[in-house]
């Protein structure tokens, strides 16, 4: 259960979908999958905890470990803690790992979830127009196809014009391309939490902050983009 709940932070889908499902194959409780507040509370006390790994883990003090160890119904002991967060630690970097494979869900037939990386949609690729919610592959195309006629619109006037520079083409497909975008906005992910995801997340605008050390001017941050 540890798994969907360090994944959500990450917003990665496909793990909280793969391992939501692995957790009802072994016989993992399916009220506990109804989000946070259906899971018992020694799980729930990892929360605080858990969001601080995944974004900020220099803020952890003793003070978050001597919480959990407390005496009391729902206290950890150290083994069970330290076993925890090794795994919570695991899965957060498990859901940089797939972001940077690529690996997007795939709904299937069924609504389970598939693995496809990006690739070029043709007649053999398994992330056909179905498995991509129906038009998203053809959207796509037909934006493609749009783009490419304004390319030719603004050759064929070049050639009408005297006087146009490299520089002017440039900008004008620029210009082109933007509006392009603008106008057929179809190609831009949703980067709405599912359902699934947001029920394992408390406070989900609490993320990743940049902080400079003493004496720089500006933080330094390396991300992969």
């Not at 690996?103 to 398994?126: K, L, T, V």
Request: proline share 6%; hydrophobic share 35%; net charge negative.
């Amino acid at each position: 259960w540890l798994s969907p709940q360090a994944a959500a932070r990450h917003q990665c889908s496909y793990l909280v979908g793969l391992h939501m499902g692995e957790f009802l194959q072994v016989g993992g409780n399916p009220a506990w999958l109804q989000g946070l507040h259906c899971a018992p509370q020694k799980l729930r006390n990892l929360n605080e905890i858990n969001k601080l790994l995944a974004h900020r883990p220099w803020l952890i003090t003793k003070e978050h470990i001597e919480a959990l160890l407390k005496t009391g119904e729902n206290s950890w002991s150290l083994a069970e803690l330290v076993q925890a967060l090794v795994l919570l630690t695991h899965y957060h970097s498990l859901a940089s790992f797939v972001f940077g494979c690529g690996i997007n869900p795939e709904e299937d037939q069924d609504g389970g979830h598939g693995c496809w990386p990006p690739s070029p949609h043709s007649d053999s690729s398994p992330a056909s127009d179905d498995s991509m919610g129906g038009s998203g592959g053809k959207d796509a195309m037909q934006e493609v196809e749009v783009l490419m006629e304004r390319m030719k619109l603004l050759q064929e006037s070049q050639l009408e014009e005297e006087g146009v520079t490299q520089e002017e083409m440039a900008t004008r497909f620029e210009l082109e391309k933007t509006e392009s975008l603008l106008v057929t906005p179809s190609d831009i992910a949703d980067h709405s939490l599912q359902s699934n995801v947001l029920c394992f997340v408390e406070d989900p605008e609490f993320g990743y902050k940049d902080f400079t050390r003493r004496g720089e001017q500006a933080p330094p941050t390396f991300r992969a983009q």
